[in-house]
Structure formats: C-alpha cells, structure tokens
C-alpha cells in the first residue's frame, strides 16, 4: 500500500485556495468551474482544478475519503482521470437541494461526456471511493463506512495507455464556493477481481 500525498503529484489547474500537509488536503472551490464536454447541453467545460499523480501500472486500486460542504447546485468533490481536456473520468457526490444529492459518475471519451447517477440523502458529506484499473478497464465504488463497497459502474477509456494520471477533484458549476477535504488516500493491489 502507497500512500497518494508521498507520490510526485501535479496540478490540472492549481485552485488559489488549498492547503495541503502530511495527512489531507482542502480544497476551496472557485465559482463557475466545472468539467463537462458537449452531450445534451452542448457547452464545453474544462476548468476545474484536478490533483493528480501518474502510474504505468496496469492493475491497482486508488481509495480516498472525501467530506464536503456543498450547499448550491451542482458543487461536487470526488476523484479523477483527467487525460486531456476530451477524455477524462469524475466521480463524486454532486448538490441537488435540502433532500436528495446525487452520487455520480462522468466518463468523457474523445469530446464527449455521459452522466450516470443516483440519488443520495443529502444529509451524507462524508464518502470514500475506490478506484480499480484493470488496463483500459476501471470500476469504480463507495462506501459509507470504508468497509462495505458498492459497485457505481464499469466503463474504458480509450485512451487509458501504458501510463494514466489519476487523482481527486473539486469544482462548482455555479456561483458558490465549499471546502471539500480529502484523507487516507491510498494506492493498492487492485481490488477489483477479473471475471471467471
């Protein structure tokens, strides 16, 4: 098990205001930053900050707990695959209102973004994910409690090659701003079985 702060990490657009130390890092989201490409709603978003590493191994499992403040419309914090501005990877919990938020997940392959979701109390702002690559092959999970896992989807990147950038993200489509923080983030074997 390695830990993610302790491996050489990169910035897709450093946010002005985080803090990082030797067992988390805080974000605070800018207003009006996003990442969407183009289905349905036609616009092209690309600027959300993404802190990533970078791995050419073909199987492994990336975990991150993430706890956030949302409180406006589509403000989210999860974990990212950002190859290039048209082929990329989020996942994350994503404000709706006082009820309900939606735990969801974007695939974008050359230029163009999915969204699959589902809909969570919103009293949760305390989540873990897991990420597995299985080489151009990825699951990704959650847990409420870092033991009990529940599959969100399986999906490629046709892009995915022999090295892949890899990290957490945070971002709010609207005019707001929240602190999202994430701990014990680790890198393992990979988690996620071949099928027999």
């Given amino acids: 098990m390695k830990s993610f702060l302790k491996e050489e990490l990169f910035w897709i657009r450093k946010p002005n205001k985080v803090s990082i130390d030797d067992e988390k890092i805080e974000i605070y989201t800018e207003p009006n930053t996003d990442l969407w490409q183009r ?3 036609g616009f092209q978003n690309d600027n959300s900050p993404v802190l990533q590493t970078k791995t ?5 499992s990336f975990v991150v707990n993430v706890k956030f403040e949302t409180n406006h419309l589509f403000d989210q914090a999860g974990v990212a695959i950002y190859i290039d501005s048209e082929n990329w990877f989020k996942a994350s919990v994503e404000y709706e209102n006082e009820n309900y938020q939606r735990l969801g997940s974007v695939v974008t392959n050359n230029g163009y973004s999915d969204w699959a979701t589902t809909d ?3 009293s949760i702002k305390d989540i ?3 990420l597995s690559r299985r080489e151009k092959d ?3 999970e959650y847990s409420l409690d870092n033991k009990d896992y529940h599959q969100m989807r399986i999906f490629h990147l046709f892009k995915a090659d022999e090295e892949i950038p890899f990290g957490i993200y945070a971002c709010s ?3 707001s701003s929240f602190r999202a923080v994430f ?3 680790h890198i ?3 988690k996620w079985l071949g099928h027999k």
């Fill in 39 to 41: 289905t349905y709603y």
């Fill in 56 to 60: 050419s191994d073909k199987y492994f």
């Fill in 120 to 122: 969570i109390d919103a």
């Fill in 128 to 130: 873990w994910f897991r």
């Fill in 138 to 140: 990825f699951y990704i």
């Fill in 173 to 175: 489509p609207g005019a």
């Fill in 183 to 185: 701990s014990d983030m």
């Fill in 188 to 190: 393992t074997e990979c």
